[in-house]
Structure formats: structure tokens, C-alpha cells
């Protein structure tokens, strides 16, 4: 018989194919629109068609990477709590200082790492990813605290590599063959998109990993493997490129001088002062949902613990509903993708997973408490294109990787605060909390981003030659 959550995870794959098939009607009907009246502009120039060649490869190139190493991320996913506080028998207060462990780190290296990153190569610190993250797979696989920890440790260098080199290694790339940002837009789209189909497969092969094995370290060590397989494909098929300042580091170390005219930068421009909030509000949120989704269902299930959840089912759900999301984001952008509306639309997803967070706390039903999370993840699923393309078009090319990192340090301080007291009975406090930034961060975007936005855009036509 086919229990709650295989039916749910069912359903949701039902409703993500009927999505994803309007969604490629609707793009089907842009790209034949405009593909007689790109053709006809540019031989009208004297262009070549060539564009749509670069594009294909660049998407190619990135998405490849990109389907691995968040496979080889998501794989951990839904067992770190349950190997940690379940296999290994680690009291919940010190997998809190475990999660922290981790979030300290990446909030110390996050600035390095972007300084690094623009400086010494994207390709570089993507490359350097793989292998620190591959060093953290065997390190929790070590039922040893001093071992774990220095895992974790290495696991927050990575994580903020994760989420600053290789979007800054896209963006600059696309900038490099000049392709519109309607082109970048797509591939932020698509992106999202197979990081929820990946996801989603690596909720089930950890949950069949699991099972397999009895073990809950198996899914990270084909985690391991994947990695590796990511560092090589990376090493031949990835070029180069650098933000401002070249290859030359120079004699400052931890690059004082640039995080402050980076800070400097973000100080003049409030619609990037709302940007970071929004970053520290949102995946701040995001990582607290990784530590809290797994006892917050268990806490409401009436069978837990005579019969375990099917964590990596659950997890599978999660991922379908972030595609869901990436698919609404990919349908109402095909119709009109410029700067206003993707900032309307970074206020409205705030706002709705301010709501599905507030809704998971008032009520104490298992089935509720799931459709909330996942009407979040369905929120995470529109935020990452909706950011990454506002980042995109607002920071340079010069600063973007440590701008990107900079916004993680009150990121990370945030969820530091938060998990050292979201154990137990403060969990619903802490929930609350990210409910309310939440909300507070929609009001901001809505007042200052969105308001600022056309004029952005009208400035930025102004400046380009007739």
C-alpha cells in the first residue's frame, strides 16, 4: 500500500510535468516569435547569427556542472540531521554546535572567498570546491567530534564557494560573449530547474541508499564520488575568467582594502543594501529549514518513533516543489523578464514564504506542516533565478563574486544566533522570527527596489549609444 508521502511525492510529480509542459508551450511560442526578428535584425546589420550558438554552449557547460555538484550536495540532504543525532547518538544540542560550526565558517571565508574568486580565478575556487567537499564527505563519515567538526568547518568553506564562484564564473562568462540578459535570465531559469529534477532524484537515491546499506553515511559517499566527477569535468570543459584587479592578489592577504570599497559600494545604493537584507533573510531561512524540517514533522507525526518518516521521499517532495516554483518563475518571465518584474516578484516571494512558514507553526498537523514546507521550497524554487538575476544586472562584474560573499557574513551571524537557541521548545520561536524578516524584507523590496527600478532601467537605456 502506498503511504501518505509516496502518494504526495506523486502527486507532485503529476502537477510538475503539467507545469513543465506549459511551461514549454509558452516558451516555444516566444521562441518563434522572436526568432525570425532576431535573424532578419541582425543579417539587416551585418551580424552573424551566432548567438544562439553561444548560448546553447554555455548552457550546456554550466548546467552539466551545475546538475553534478548540487547532486552530489542534495545527496546529503535529507540524512545529516538523522546520521548525526540518530546513528551517531549526538545529543540535539550538539548538532546544533555542529550546524553552526559550519555556518561560523562559511560567514568567516564567505568575503575571502569572493575576494579569491575574482581575483585569483572562478575556475580556481570551483575546482578548490571539489576537493574541500569531497574532504568533508570522508570527514563525516568519522564518528569522531573533533573530526566531525573539522568537517563541518570544511564544509562551510565550500558552501560559500558553492554559492559565489560558480554563479559569478556564469554571469562573467556570459558578459564575456555579450549575451542580453534575457539570455542570462533562461539559463538562471533552467538552472533551478535541474536542481530541482536533480534534487529530487537524490532525495530518492539516498532514501534507496539507506534503505540498501542501513548505513545513513552511504549517501555521502557516493556524494564524494560525484564530486569527484564534477572536478574533473570542470578541469576540461571550463575556461577562465576573473573579476576586477586581474591575477595579481597583491600583498593584502584577506583583501581589507577591497571588502571595503565592496562595503563602500553597498552603503551608496540602498537597492543593494535590500538586496543582502533579502540574501540574509531568505537563505538564512533556508539553512534554518534544514535543521528544523526534519523534528518539526516528526514532533507532529502520531507514529513517529514506532515507524520512521521516509525522509528521503519527503525530501523528493521538497525538491518537486522548488521545480514548481522554477517553472511559475520560467512562465511569467518569458511573457516580461526586465528588472521591474523580477523585482515585484522577489517582494511576492518573500512575502508568500513569510506566509507558508507563519502557517507551519500555527498548526500542529503532520499533513499541514508538510504542505507548508513545501509551498516554502516552491518559494525557494522562484528565488534563486529571481536574485541571481537581480544580482546580475545590478553588480558589476568587478565586485560581483565579493559582493555576492559579502552578504552572507549577516547571513550567516543570523543563523548562528538562531540555531544556538532553535532547539526543542525554541523552535517555533525561531520559526517565527524567519516568518517575520521574511515579511519584513517583502515590505522593503517593495518600497525601495521596485520603486527604484524603472528608473534604474530608464538611466541604463540613456547611457547606451544610439
Same mark, same amino acid.
Given at each position: 500500500?502506498?503511504?501518505?508521502?509516496?502518494?504526495?511525492?506523486?502527486?507532485?510529480?503529476?502537477?510538475?510535468?503539467?507545469?513543465?509542459?506549459?511551461?514549454?508551450?509558452?516558451?516555444?511560442?516566444?521562441?518563434?516569435?522572436?526568432?525570425?526578428?532576431?535573424?532578419?535584425?541582425r543579417l539587416e546589420d551585418g551580424e552573424p547569427t551566432t548567438s544562439n550558438n553561444f548560448l546553447a554552449t554555455l548552457t550546456r557547460q554550466y548546467l552539466i556542472v551545475y546538475a553534478i555538484v548540487m547532486g552530489a550536495d542534495w545527496l546529503q540532504g535529507p540524512y545529516v540531521y538523522s546520521l548525526y543525532r540518530e546513528q551517531y547518538g549526538l545529543p540535539e544540542r550538539m548538532v546544533a554546535v555542529l550546524f553552526v560550526t559550519g555556518f561560523m565558517s562559511a560567514g568567516l571565508t564567505a568575503?575571502?572567498?569572493?575576494?579569491?574568486?575574482?581575483?585569483?580565478?572562478?575556475?580556481?575556487?570551483?575546482?578548490?570546491?571539489?576537493?574541500?567537499?569531497?574532504?568533508?564527505?570522508?570527514?563525516?563519515?568519522?564518528?569522531?567530534?573533533?573530526?566531525?567538526?573539522?568537517?563541518?568547518?570544511?564544509?562551510?568553506?565550500?558552501?560559500?564557494?558553492?554559492?559565489?564562484?560558480?554563479?559569478?564564473?556564469?554571469?562573467?562568462?556570459?558578459?564575456?560573449?555579450?549575451?542580453?540578459?534575457?539570455?542570462?535570465?533562461?539559463?538562471?531559469?533552467?538552472?533551478?530547474?535541474?536542481?530541482?529534477?536533480?534534487?529530487?532524484?537524490?532525495?530518492?537515491?539516498?532514501?534507496?541508499?539507506?534503505?540498501?546499506?542501513?548505513?545513513?553515511?552511504?549517501?555521502?559517499?557516493?556524494?564524494?564520488?560525484?564530486?569527484?566527477?564534477?572536478?574533473?569535468?570542470?578541469?576540461?570543459?571550463?575556461?577562465?575568467?576573473?573579476?576586477?584587479?586581474?591575477?595579481?592578489?597583491?600583498?593584502?592577504?584577506?583583501?581589507?582594502?577591497?571588502?571595503?570599497?565592496?562595503?563602500?559600494?553597498?552603503?551608496?545604493?540602498?537597492?543593494?543594501?535590500?538586496?543582502?537584507?533579502?540574501?540574509?533573510?531568505?537563505?538564512?531561512?533556508?539553512?534554518?529549514?534544514?535543521?528544523?524540517?526534519?523534528?518539526?514533522?516528526?514532533?507532529?507525526?502520531?507514529?513517529?518513533?514506532?515507524?520512521?518518516?521516509?525522509?528521503?521521499?519527503?525530501?523528493?517532495?521538497?525538491?518537486?516543489?522548488?521545480?514548481?516554483?522554477?517553472?511559475?518563475?520560467?512562465?511569467?518571465?518569458?511573457?516580461?523578464?526586465?528588472?521591474?518584474?523580477? #523585482?515585484? &516578484? +522577489?517582494?511576492?516571494?518573500?512575502?508568500? /514564504?513569510?506566509? *507558508? @512558514?507563519? $502557517?507551519?507553526?500555527?498548526?500542529?498537523?503532520?499533513?499541514?506542516?508538510?504542505?507548508?514546507?513545501?509551498?516554502?521550497?516552491?518559494?525557494?524554487?522562484?528565488?534563486?533565478?529571481?536574485?541571481?538575476?537581480?544580482?546580475?544586472?545590478?553588480?558589476?562584474?568587478?565586485?560581483?563574486?565579493?559582493?555576492?560573499?559579502?552578504?552572507?557574513?549577516?547571513?550567516?551571524?543570523?543563523?548562528?544566533?538562531?540555531?544556538?537557541?532553535?532547539?526543542?521548545?525554541?523552535?517555533? #520561536?525561531? &520559526? +517565527?522570527?524567519?516568518?517575520?524578516?521574511? /515579511?519584513?524584507? *517583502? @515590505?522593503? $523590496?517593495?518600497?525601495?527596489?521596485?520603486?527604484?527600478?524603472?528608473?534604474?532601467?530608464?538611466?541604463?537605456?540613456?547611457?547606451?549609444?544610439?
Open positions: 500500500m502506498v503511504g501518505f508521502y509516496e502518494f504526495q511525492l506523486i502527486i507532485l510529480v503529476s502537477l510538475c510535468f503539467i507545469f513543465l509542459l506549459v511551461e514549454r508551450h509558452v516558451s516555444r511560442r516566444k521562441e518563434l516569435k522572436e526568432k525570425d526578428l532576431h535573424t532578419a535584425e568575503p575571502l572567498v569572493g575576494v579569491w574568486a575574482d581575483q585569483h580565478g572562478r575556475k580556481k575556487l570551483c575546482l578548490a570546491f571539489c576537493l574541500t567537499y569531497i574532504f568533508t564527505c570522508c570527514c563525516i563519515t568519522i564518528p569522531y567530534l573533533p573530526i566531525l567538526l573539522l568537517g563541518r568547518v570544511c564544509g562551510g568553506i565550500s558552501t560559500s564557494i558553492l554559492y559565489s564562484a560558480f554563479e559569478s564564473w556564469l554571469v562573467s562568462s556570459a558578459g564575456a560573449l555579450a549575451l542580453p540578459s534575457t539570455d542570462l535570465s533562461t539559463i538562471f531559469g533552467r538552472a533551478t530547474l535541474v536542481n530541482g529534477f536533480v534534487a529530487t532524484g537524490a532525495g530518492v537515491a539516498s532514501n534507496q541508499l539507506v534503505t540498501l546499506t542501513g548505513s545513513f553515511t552511504s549517501p555521502f559517499v557516493a556524494s564524494g564520488v560525484l564530486l569527484l566527477l564534477a572536478y574533473l569535468v570542470i578541469r576540461a570543459s571550463w575556461g577562465e575568467n576573473f573579476g576586477g584587479g586581474g591575477t595579481t592578489p597583491g600583498k593584502d592577504l584577506f583583501q581589507l582594502k577591497r571588502l571595503g570599497q565592496a562595503w563602500r559600494i553597498v552603503r551608496d545604493d540602498p537597492m543593494l543594501l535590500v538586496i543582502g537584507l533579502t540574501q540574509t533573510c531568505f537563505e538564512g531561512s533556508m539553512y534554518l529549514f534544514v535543521f528544523l524540517w526534519v523534528p518539526s514533522l516528526q514532533e507532529a507525526s502520531p507514529t513517529f518513533p514506532t515507524i520512521a518518516l521516509p525522509l528521503g521521499y519527503i525530501f523528493s517532495s521538497f525538491m518537486i516543489s522548488m521545480m514548481l516554483g522554477s517553472l511559475l518563475y520560467s512562465v511569467v518571465t518569458t511573457q516580461s523578464g526586465g528588472l521591474t518584474v523580477h #523585482a515585484k &516578484l +522577489s517582494s511576492l516571494v518573500c512575502a508568500f /514564504a513569510a506566509l *507558508a @512558514l507563519a $502557517t507551519s507553526i500555527r498548526s500542529d498537523s503532520e499533513r499541514v506542516r508538510f504542505w507548508a514546507f513545501c509551498a516554502f521550497e516552491a518559494c525557494v524554487g522562484m528565488y534563486y533565478p529571481v536574485q541571481g538575476m537581480l544580482r546580475g544586472t545590478l553588480i558589476s562584474n568587478e565586485h560581483r563574486a565579493t559582493l555576492s560573499s559579502l552578504f552572507r557574513v549577516p547571513l550567516n551571524v543570523f543563523v548562528v544566533v538562531s540555531l544556538m537557541t532553535g532547539v526543542s521548545s525554541a523552535r517555533d #520561536a525561531v &520559526l +517565527s522570527a524567519c516568518s517575520l524578516m521574511l /515579511a519584513f524584507s *517583502a @515590505l522593503m $523590496t517593495a518600497f525601495v527596489v521596485v520603486t527604484r527600478a524603472d528608473d534604474h532601467v530608464s538611466s541604463e537605456a540613456s547611457l547606451r549609444p544610439e
